[in-house]
């Protein structure tokens, strides 16, 4: 049997107070999660909120021609399944786990009445939105205004920053349809980058070997979403 990742390897699930740990712990319940499973789809109810600890999930918005681009990423960083307390239930968005691994979930019911408790469990919650809200805004503008190239880098690295490694279980096919572009496209960044010995790719496996070179590659909207993150997340931030 494989050793399970303890649940505060999802910083969320480390930040909870220990009263309030006290009433999560026995409710998680842990997940696999498989590249391309979709944990909800778009105007469905969610009944269970997901905190990734190895895996990285997208969220996809889907247009009716069945085309695709992803709004965000949550991992290590985050929970999947934010309507389920700020009042909607639902969302027009899609939840497909793009890094397999695993995580822990937790009914819609027990996070609804958590929320509702208007204490440091509510203040996080909505700390960990907004800095959502600022990613999503950010993915906006760099799919207007920047080279693909640099779109790839940043998803590169805001992926990398919700994983424990440095390695993603990735096709070139799902990050063009993360990317919302042509798979070959996708394959000549991804080129260049291997050229640059910036990452290695083989059999749907992508790995980071040179972050700092990333980093230097892509655009500010990667510092963007960090720095928020870095902002209304810091260690400890709901103690």
Known sequence: MPVRIE??????LAALPAADWARWEPQLEWVKMPLGQVLYESGATLTHAYFPTTSIVSLLYVLED????????????????????MGGGSTPSRGVVQSAGEGYRIRSSFIRTE??????????????????ITQMSQTAVCNRHHSLDQQLCRWLLLSMDRLPG?????TQELIANMLGVRREGVTAAALKLQTAGLIRYARGHITVLDRSGLEERTCECYAV??????????????R
């Open 7 to 12: 649940p505060k390897a999802n910083q969320l």
């Open 66 to 85: 069945g085309a695709s681009a992803e709004i965000a990423v949550a991992g290590n960083d985050g929970l999947v399944g934010i309507s389920l307390f």
């Open 115 to 132: 929320f509702d408790r208007a204490g440091a469990v509510m203040h996080l919650l909505l700390r960990y939105t907004q800095a959502l």
């Open 166 to 170: 440095r390695e993603l279980v990735m």
């Open 225 to 238: 979403v960090r720095n928020e993150y870095t902002r209304l997340l810091p260690p400890g931030t709901a």
